[in-house]
Every structure is written in structure tokens, then in C-alpha cells.
């Protein structure tokens, strides 16, 4: 059984929409969110050195989550904590899933760790001495799938496996939809944290000198190009909401936590869109009483398509604005 309490100490916002899920998919997709979490906290831990969390990745890939809990008592955040502690815990729950459950998990979390090793391997260093960027548009590509679009292919075949509804559905498109989702939230989450990222070492930007971009006054100089990835990443979202569209009205619960992300998204593109994303005192965040209006909003209309739609360009015209 997996705690209520870690999954919100994660993720405040992705717990609605695990919460929200029919009761068939909660259970495995918690877990795989978890596992990933988990990995995710391995991978930018600066408790030890980056040599030794390519080994507990790799360990992670094998199906060994046992080594990561010496990384517990050196994280700050007490949920992160809290989730390496429980790896075992985690570890049993995903042993007693239905065979084919597990291994749809077990492959996720294969690709994400995958990605997660390779975002290691590629960039050098861990500051801003020694920032490097990615070489092009498909690098890009490459590891917003790996990290994310991924997530929304396991989505989608949890779907298929659990909700006779779903089965009636095109599942090569959805698939193709659905990894286009992920990519678009992991899309937008890379343009929000730039500035941090830059000071970390890393640019998933594929731009020529990143140094330069780590001093503020130098954004007209990336306007255009990070312009041109917001545009992208609203495209990917809205491959998501045709996702959300195709889904029958009583596959709700399931449209509902598609939707809260893909506006929260719409809503955090529409923010950087006039903010200097160069900025590291400055990090686009939708404030919580927006939130709350979006689940109040989609709540409401959440089985009619004809409601739902005209909320969806509303925000995008915001978004492309």
C-alpha cells in the first residue's frame, strides 16, 4: 500500500491527478511516479560524487533499489528523504503487481533511468565554470522523451490494460499523443528552471555559448530562440489535448488528470512569456489560487468536450501571446 502522505510530500500538484485516477490505475502509476521520483532525487543528489550515482542509477535500472537508501540521511528535503527510506517499501508494492503492471513499470523506469544516465554522462560538470549545452534540436527531443514522453506512452498502455473503454480507442495515436504530452510538460518545466539549470552546468537549450545567458541582461539576445521552444512546447500540448479529447466522457477521471497538467502548463508558458526566464530570483510559478480555479473549472465541465474546449484556447491564446 502506498502512503498518501509521500505521494503529496512529492508532488502537491501531480498528486491530484494520481488521486483523481481510477481506482484500476492508482496503485501501479504512484508507483512508477515514485520510482521515478526517486531516481530523479539519485541523479542531482550532491551528497556523493557523480561517479557513484551512475552506479546507483544503474542499480535502479536493474531492478536493485536497495544501494539508494544510503542516500537518505544526506537529503535536505524531508519527502525526498522520506522516499529514498522507502524504497523497499516500494520495492515489495512493485513485486506484488500483476505481472504484466510490473513490468510495464519496470520498462518505465528502465527508459527514464536511461535518460537520467545519460543527462549525467553528457554534461561535465555541476557549475556554471563548466556549463555546457546540448549539441541540437534532437538531443532535445531525445531527453524530453526519455525523462517524459515516455510517461505518457506508460500512461497510455496502463489505459489499455485496466479500462475496457480506452481499448476501443486508436492506440498507435494515443501512444504518439500521449508521448507528445509528456514531452510538452517536460518542455515547459525545462524553460521554467533554465536559469537554475544554467548554474548547475546544464543547458538543454541547444544554443552556441551558454555562458553568456548567465547574466540576465543578455535575454534579448535568446528572446527569439527561447520564443521559438515555448511555441514548441504548446504545439506538444496540444497533441495533449487532443489526447484529452478522444477520451470518452465516462473515461472522466482519466480527462481530468490530463487536463489540470496541460493547463497548469498553458498557464506557466503564458507567465514566462513576459518574464526574463534569466532570471534566478524570478521562477515562473502558477499560484495555487489558479490552480484551484482550474480544478473548480474542470470539475464542472469535465464530461462535455463543447465546455472543455473554449477554457483550453482561452489559455493558449495566452500561451502563444
Known sequence: MISDALLRGVSRSFYLSLRVLPVELREPVSLAYLLARASDTVADTQAVA????????????????????????????????????????????LQALPSADRDLVRSLLGTIVSGQIEDLERFPGESPAELAALPDDAALDRYAYLVA??????????????????????????????????????????????????????????????????????????????????????GHLDAGWEYVRRLPPGLWRVRLACVWPIWIGLATVALLRRANPLDPARRAMVPQWRVNLFLAQSLLCVRSQRLLDPAYRSLRGRALT
Not at 539508494?68 to 522516499?83: D, F, K, T, W
Open 149 to 234: 514522453g515516455c510517461v505518457g506512452e506508460f500512461w497510455t498502455r496502463m489505459c489499455a490494460a485496466h479500462l475496457p473503454a480506452f481499448q476501443a480507442l486508436d492506440q498507435a495515436e494515443m501512444l504518439r499523443l500521449g508521448a507528445r504530452l509528456g514531452k510538452g510538460l517536460q518542455l515547459v518545466n525545462i524553460l521554467r528552471d533554465l536559469a537554475a539549470d544554467l548554474r548547475l552546468g546544464r543547458c538543454y537549450l541547444p544554443v552556441r555559448e551558454p555562458r553568456r545567458f548567465l547574466d540576465p541582461a543578455r535575454f534579448p539576445e535568446l528572446r527569439q530562440t527561447y520564443g521559438r521552444w515555448l511555441d514548441e512546447a504548446v
Open 50 to 93: 557523480r561517479a557513484r550515482r551512475l552506479e546507483l542509477l544503474r542499480s535502479m535500472k536493474e531492478g536493485d533499489f536497495r544501494p539508494v537508501s544510503e542516500l537518505a540521511e544526506g537529503q535536505s528535503l524531508p519527502a525526498e528523504r522520506l522516499l529514498l527510506e522507502s524504497l523497499d517499501a516500494c520495492a515489495a508494492v
